[in-house]
């Protein structure tokens, strides 16, 4: 497990769990994906699950953050309700792709 600091603007869309401020799904994608966009971390897209994601919430919460974020969850949606691929699977789409 990693814990990240974010900018105060940014500490929102959290329950209370135990004592722990833990993200919902959507939020913790946001995050992801501002912290690879201000290079703080480096993550495999195609690796997300995005299965039971709210795309309404989703969308809401990333006019908080910039727009090099926003732009790259505006082409996240697309994926929604899509699950892991497992190893096979992303040869198998990699090789449709090329």
Do not use: C, H
């Not at 900018?7 to 946001?30: H, Q, T």
């Not at 995050?31 to 795309?55: C, F, N």
């Amino acid at each position: 497990m990693e814990y990240r600091q974010l900018k105060e603007e940014y500490f929102f869309g959290y329950i209370l769990d135990n004592s722990l401020y833990v993200a919902e799904p959507e939020k913790a994608v946001l995050d992801q994906l501002y912290l690879l966009s201000i290079g703080k971390a480096t993550s495999d897209i195609s690796e997300w699950s995005l299965v039971g994601m709210e795309e309404n919430k989703f969308l809401d919460y990333s006019k908080r953050f910039p727009k090099r974020v926003q732009d790259k969850a505006n082409r996240l949606i697309l994926r929604f309700g899509e699950r892991v691929a497992t190893l096979k699977e992303k040869e198998s789409i990699k090789k449709e792709r090329d």
